[in-house]
């Protein structure tokens, strides 16, 4: 066997079944983003023949201007999970799983990753990658309600004593503000779409 072979053996044998789970993970997201990628920039020239064919910039400078505000919101909806849920849960006595929420926080980026280079292309596959990104986010808030959200208002509910927790509220006010602003998003494009079970009551 040659020294080449002998490397490639090698190399092959450090693949993804070497990594950590962790690692993995982020190797998949890099490799799917490096996928829709090369999609959207296909797309991109597609779509500049389109608009020198006399398709309307009005309607892409609209979408940009949506995927702007989308961008927004998933970057807030990260910093509430990071900076405002934590300090509510020890404000109240309670326990934060800094595993579960920064496993959120890690999908909440790589959405904000797709969304930000959606910014850079046009066309269908545009449209589409913006829809699958607001279905994602919409799933993650709403593990992050059913897991993180919930189970901290139940707690508190169940408490003689309430605690006088000015997180909990300052969560609860800028949680349920972007909430409204998620469900404009999604009113504006995917009517199916409800995002308001998830507000905090």
């Not at 109240?92 to 929420?101: P, Q, R, T, V």
């Not at 920064?102 to 066309?123: P, S």
Request: hydrophobic share 35%; aromatic share 6%; net charge negative.
């Amino acid at each position: 066997m040659s020294d080449q072979e002998t490397t490639k053996n090698e190399e092959e044998k450090k693949g993804p079944e070497a990594l950590d789970p962790k690692e993995q993970d982020s190797l998949s997201d890099l490799q799917e983003l490096e996928k829709i990628k090369q999609e959207l920039l296909k797309e991109k020239e597609k779509a500049s023949k389109e608009l020198e064919d006399g398709a309307e910039e009005e309607e892409d400078l609209r979408e940009v201007d949506y995927l702007q505000k989308l961008i927004t919101l998933s970057v807030k909806f990260d910093h509430h999970v990071g900076m405002f849920l934590m300090p509510a849960y020890i404000d109240c006595g309670l326990k934060y799983d800094h595993k579960l929420a920064e496993a959120y926080m890690t999908q909440i980026n790589t959405i904000e990753a797709f969304l930000r280079l959606l910014e850079k292309v046009d066309g269908v596959t545009r449209e589409q990658v913006t829809k699958d990104c607001i279905l994602k986010l919409r799933n993650i808030l709403q593990q992050v309600h059913k897991n993180l959200i919930k189970p901290l208002y139940k707690e508190v509910d169940l408490m003689k004593k309430k605690p006088k927790s000015e997180s909990l509220e300052s969560f609860k006010t800028n949680w349920n503000e972007r909430l409204e602003d998620l469900q404009k998003a999604c009113d504006f494009e995917y009517q199916v779409l409800d995002v308001k079970g998830f507000m905090v009551r």
